[in-house]
């Protein structure tokens, strides 16, 4: 028989959020279980931060290493001062600015805070999520929620509840249902404790905004190289491969590369993967670039062209950029599904989201060329 449970998916709105619909959800968290949830990033898997058994649950679901440590998730300031040292007034400010949303801060913890949520560090990542079902469930609870995002460790996060529930099915026993998640990236972190302030993982907010609060600000990523980075990871997540689907991930990088340029390299890329029998995606972002007559030929339907960018009524750089990122996540999913063995995707400008686009997609790629 095993133990397995039946996961349910409860469907909520989140314009006309009835109490009722979180009872469930607010009983399981309280009685030390874990519950899938949406936040405007990506879903979460969240635990009570008073019940360590339901944190080793998370860990254990998710197969966590038990040194990356989970984000905090309040719904109101109130409820930070109890989490934290201290709060300067500059951090305030910062709060007041990016709060409720996807900006992660990290704070000195108080001792209330277990060890287990933080892997033993002696600060706590903390964020207010902008999600109005996030955020009642936290009200309601009454106390904050210790949440990783709601996917197996190493694999994309879930943008819907669909994603949560392959993940999970029969491992958790409730996930409320709140659509897909409009910014499709993780929070940025932030470390400001340090001097200068730095970004830990770039996310939903970015760099552009935060720097005209912090004119100092700096990338962590791109402060030090990789096998620095191994030796002393600062941030525990960025030791680990991430974000990966089952497929493997060929990213192209092409900023600035003139049209000619492009085509010779995407025919390049293909040239090494051509005498594979496997079913290749070619998943465009930006540019109107079309694969080679050649290519498509010769891969007849073993080749699928995926456009991310598919809406036409874009301005802007930074309005395409949320956009992908919104849909990041799920088309790495899809293709999965679609039993894509090779993904070979096109980056894109490190601007706005294009940063963290590009940090997701380093981490999940088997190949940069
Ligand atoms: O948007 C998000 O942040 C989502 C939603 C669910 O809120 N959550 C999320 O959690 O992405 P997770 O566990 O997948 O990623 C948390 C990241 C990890 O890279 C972790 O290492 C870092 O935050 N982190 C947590 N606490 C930290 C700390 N004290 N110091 C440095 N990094 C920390
Ligand atoms: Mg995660």
Redesign the pocket.
């Known amino acids: 028989m095993g133990n397995a449970l039946t996961t349910k998916v409860t469907k909520i709105n989140p314009s006309q959020i009835e109490d009722e619909d979180l009872e469930e959800a607010i009983s399981i968290i309280k009685n030390h279980g874990i519950v899938g949830f949406p ?1 405007e ?4 898997l969240g635990a009570s931060i008073y019940s360590n058994d339901a944190i080793k649950k998370i860990y254990d679901a998710k197969g966590r290493p038990q040194d ?4 905090v ?1 309040i719904s109101s300031l109130e409820m930070l001062e109890k989490l934290v040292v201290e709060i300067s007034p500059n951090v305030l400010s910062l709060c007041s600015a990016f709060w409720p949303g ?1 900006l ?1 801060i ?1 704070f000195e913890k108080s001792p209330m805070i277990s060890d287990i949520i ?1 892997a033993g ?1 002696s ?3 903390i ?1 207010m ?1 902008q999600n109005p079902i996030a955020l009642r469930l936290i009200e309601l609870i009454g106390h904050p929620l210790a ?3 709601a996917n197996i460790s190493g694999k994309p ?1 879930p943008t819907t509840a669909q994603h949560v529930l392959e993940d999970f099915q029969g491992k958790i026993p409730l996930i409320l249902d709140g659509g897909p998640c409009q910014v499709g990236v ?2 940025t ?1 932030i470390d400001v404790n340090s001097n200068p302030p730095v970004i ?2 770039p ?2 907010v970015n760099y552009e905004r935060l720097v005209t609060f912090l004119p100092e600000l700096q990338i962590y990523e791109k402060m030090k190289t990789d096998s620095e980075l191994e030796a002393h990871p ?5 030791k680990y491969r991430h974000y990966s689907p089952q497929a493997q991930v060929i990213l192209l990088s092409l900023s600035s590369l003139a049209p000619l340029e492009m085509r010779i390299k995407v025919e390049k890329a293909f040239e090494e993967i051509f005498h594979n029998n496997t079913n290749i995606a070619y998943v465009h972002t930006r540019r109107e670039f079309e694969v080679p007559d050649l290519i498509q030929n010769s891969l007849g339907d073993r080749l699928i062209n995926l456009t991310i960018n598919q809406n036409t009524s874009i301005q802007n750089l930074q309005q395409l950029q949320s956009h992908i990122a919104q849909k990041l996540f799920l088309t790495l999913r899809s293709l999965d599904e679609q039993k894509v063995e090779i993904i070979v995707i096109e980056g894109v400008t490190e601007q706005y989201e294009g940063l963290a686009i590009m940090n997701r997609l380093k981490k999940a790629a088997y190949l940069i060329k």
């Open positions: 936040t990033t990506v879903y979460g990356n440590p989970l984000i998730h996807p992660t990290l933080t560090l600060t706590v990542a964020r999520p949440a990783p995002s996060s993780e929070s972190v830990l993982r996310g939903g600062s941030t525990p997540g960025l």
